[in-house]
């Protein structure tokens, strides 16, 4: 039998310090280390990552073939509790019954070209470990290149794969994107197989009512795409699929700069037929921060990089080397649908940052705001701040977490009663390396700058993940 992995016993980094995965689920009372709980901070903060049970092989293991675990803390008229709860997949519980891995993650990749045959449980599992959305009413746990998980709240519970009534016919993005206004929720899958990308669209109540393929010169690695009020633009960047290139001993994922960068324009019940492509400097974008019209213009912002050697992941990390060409920068694009013409532009050239969020109720619709996690770029890639981005004046705010203090992915909160774009918190959570405690921080977005309203001590270690969200209310 392999035992399931202890904290600091790896020498891989992913599996190591505070990336290194907990074995035990909670729901305890946090407290307030210092400052106080806002009593008009009302909902659940959710952050979702890997947390493997089994690994096949340390040297081997990548960030994202952890299975999913969420760590949420809920607030209620000023008090906290904390939960952790794995997502209890198939794949999943299906090791734990047979005491050992089944699936290889992220090395299992080069088995299509030297014909491995998968394991007789499927081709992969579905980790459900990277982002969540919150649509009708429902909460659901997600990963890529499979379905999503429907789970419930408050106590993180798994009921299981969601199809939509079996309409669903393609992997699930870990982006979805929700129309507060309409109530719509957009979403794609990719896939190294024709149809590369497959798009649809959900009903407020939870109906896939318009799916479309998206044509494309070969597969690539998309990992979120953006909406507007009439939109939805898809990013056709260089990391790609290749088997050839895998069969002359390269990697089946890779950066291929030849491949070149686009975004494609189409509206929200268009077909393939419809994308409009707009050619752009080459780069590689994972988050996109919003996206709205103005005129005859699709304005995009995302976290933007020169390149990335994400497929690398596990040989690369600790080697503490200059990576800030792989990191972003805020930007943005402007696509002319009238003339088919794009500009762009940096819109912060000091700081690399990703994570980057808004208020969730305007997606697709013009922000003043954007909230981002700051990279320190001589510390392999960790977070040491959280920014606010303002489009209006182009002010840059930095909340500074401290020497030793270890942020991520930080979501804004509405306030009960909220009136402004930025009348809430934005939520994280933070590893503090010098007490080795975990910490949620409630910052004043409009205060943001200023001392956290409060720091609250998890009792239990929160390793680190990928995304987090918000859901108001009890």
């Known amino acids: ?60 293991y990548h960030i994202f073939d952890g299975d999913g675990m969420i760590h949420g803390v809920q607030f209620e008229n000023g008090r906290a509790t904390y939960r952790n709860r794995f997502v209890d997949t198939e794949g999943l519980r299906l090791e734990r019954a047979k005491g050992t891995w089944i699936w290889k993650g992220m090395a299992a990749m080069g088995d299509f070209v030297k014909g491995v045959a998968p394991p007789a449980e499927g081709m992969m599992k579905n980790t459900a470990n990277t982002a969540m959305v919150y649509h009708n009413n429902t909460l659901y746990a997600l990963m890529e290149a499979a379905p999503p998980h429907k789970m419930t709240l408050p106590d993180l519970g798994t009921v299981g794969e969601e199809t939509f009534g079996g309409k669903l016919t393609h992997a699930f993005t870990a982006h979805p994107k929700v129309d507060a206004v309409t109530g719509e929720m957009m979403t794609f899958g990719y896939a190294p197989f024709p149809p590369f990308v497959t798009y649809s669209v959900i009903s407020p109540a939870g109906e896939i009512v318009h799916t479309t393929p998206i044509t494309l010169p070969k597969g690539v690695m998309m990992h979120d795409f953006a909406i507007t009020e009439h939109y939805s633009v898809f990013l056709d960047m260089p990391i790609t699929f290749d088997f050839n290139r895998a069969m002359s001993g390269g990697l089946m994922l890779d950066w291929e700069p030849e491949n070149g960068s686009r975004l494609g324009v189409v509206p929200r019940y268009g077909s393939d037929a419809d994308v409009k492509w707009f050619d752009v400097d080459l780069s590689m974008v994972f988050h996109v921060s919003n996206a709205w019209e103005e005129g005859d213009e699709v304005v995009v912002q995302a976290s933007r990089s020169l390149r990335t050697d994400i497929s690398r992941a596990t040989e690369n990390a600790g080697k503490h080397q200059d990576m800030s060409d792989q990191l972003g920068q805020l930007y943005e694009w402007r696509l002319n649908m009238k003339t088919g013409q794009a500009s762009e532009r940096h819109l912060d050239t000091v700081h690399h940052c990703d994570f980057t969020r808004i208020n969730d109720d305007l997606a697709g619709r013009k922000t003043r705001y954007t909230y981002a996690a700051r990279f320190d770029v001589k510390h392999d890639a960790m977070f040491n701040g959280e920014l606010k981005y303002d489009n209006e004046t182009g002010a840059i705010q930095v909340h500074d977490l401290g020497p030793g203090r270890w942020g991520g992915e930080g979501v804004f909160a509405k306030r009960s009663g909220a009136t402004a774009e930025d009348d809430g918190y934005v939520v994280l959570f933070v590893w503090d390396e010098n007490t080795r405690q975990s910490e949620c921080l409630i910052i004043d977005a409009r205060n943001f700058e200023g001392p956290p309203v409060a720091r609250i001590a998890i009792p239990h270690r929160v390793p680190f993940g990928f995304h987090a969200g918000w859901v108001p209310g009890g």
């Open 1 to 60: 039998m392999t035992a399931q992995p202890k904290a600091e016993t790896f020498a891989n980094p992913f599996l190591s310090g505070n990336y290194a995965p907990v074995t035990e689920e909670h729901t305890d009372a946090a407290v307030a280390i210092s400052g106080e709980i806002p009593k008009d901070l009302n909902g659940h903060f959710l952050r979702i990552g890997p947390n493997p049970v089994f690994v096949p092989d340390e040297a081997t």
